[in-house]
């Protein structure tokens, strides 16, 4: 007996061991849990929201009747706002934690804005050449932000972050004319933008770059060319009242990108509209990129 119980003790202390080893582990492992999830139940994981979803209002379900000719520039624009809704909310994705309050609004929802009225204007003229021109539709431009992923049901189109969607041929936006803001600043050149304490934007020049243009083009080729103008003079006017916001890529990110993309597009219809009765200009697109001085 005096032998057996050392040993005795000692299996005891072992299983004494082994048994606060597994406690110990199992308080890691639980530790672990809960701070990965929020909560679990019945197996499944329920995770921390994310950075939300933007939700844009339905343009297919407001428009009238649309004449047979318009149908197959409809349809590429309305696919084009799926894929715009798609982009925001994959920059969405991109972007969280960056940037001051005012972020997600300059920098995505803004300029998505930007994208959608000038889209649902290219399918309001469409529709316009054949019948009668829609009024009202750029009241369903503005998207909102859903905060953790809840996304608004019912009249609604919404896109999943890195959804994808099919993009106009080209990725050009073949339609007439855009509609939106042909105001004032003509005789400006395009070629740069107002001065602020924040700097300045200069653009390449269009107007010189541009062949012969037909009589038939040359009322829509001057709408744009006034566009261009419009957008520089916004950009500026962001760009003063932004002062401060953002990191250091805010400035590319909310003012000379979305202004970089609706100058394509601008540039793009101009390029359309004289090849429609003659030679198509080509290499325009590389006109389209502004740049910021200090």
């Known amino acids: 007996m005096s032998r057996a119980l050392p040993k005795y003790n000692k299996r005891r202390v072992a299983i004494i061991g082994g048994a606060a080893a597994v406690a110990l582990s199992g308080a890691v492992i639980a530790g672990s849990a809960l701070a990965g999830e929020t909560s679990k139940s019945n197996?499944?994981?329920?995770?921390?929201?994310?950075?939300?979803?933007?939700?844009?209002?339905?343009?297919?379900?407001?428009?009238?009747?649309?004449?047979?000719s318009a149908q197959a520039e409809v349809d590429r624009n309305l696919q084009l706002l799926d894929t715009q809704i798609a982009e925001a909310n994959k920059r969405l994705v991109d972007t969280v934690g960056q940037g001051g309050p005012n972020f997600v609004n300059n920098a995505?929802?803004?300029?998505?804005?930007?994208?959608?009225?000038?889209?649902?204007?290219?399918?309001?003229?469409?529709?316009?050449?054949?019948?009668?021109k829609p009024q009202g539709l750029d009241a369903l431009a503005p998207c909102t932000l859903n905060a953790g992923g809840a996304a608004s049901s019912g009249g609604t189109n919404t896109a999943a972050p890195g959804a994808t969607a099919t993009q106009q041929a080209g990725g050009k936006n073949n339609s007439g004319n855009a509609g939106n803001g042909n105001a004032g600043n003509a005789g400006k050149g395009n070629a740069a933008g107002g001065t602020s304490a924040a700097g300045t934007i200069s653009c390449p020049d269009v107007k010189s770059k541009l062949p012969a243009i037909p009589a038939s083009a040359q009322a829509e080729v001057d709408r744009n060319l006034q566009l261009l103008d419009t957008q520089i003079t916004e950009a500026d006017k962001r760009l003063a009242s932004s002062v401060g916001q953002g990191g250091p890529n805010f400035v590319q990110n909310a003012i000379l990108g979305p202004l970089a993309d609706k100058r394509k597009s601008t540039i793009d219809r101009i390029a359309i509209a004289i090849g429609r009765t003659s030679a198509k200009p080509q290499g325009l697109d590389s006109l389209a990129a502004c740049t910021l001085t200090k």
């Open 108 to 132: 995505i929802l803004g300029p998505l804005k930007d994208k959608r009225v000038a889209t649902i204007n290219r399918i309001a003229t469409a529709i316009g050449r054949t019948a009668a």
């Open 43 to 68: 197996g499944a994981r329920t995770l921390a929201a994310g950075p939300g979803t933007i939700t844009c209002q339905d343009v297919k379900s407001q428009l009238p009747a649309i004449p047979a």
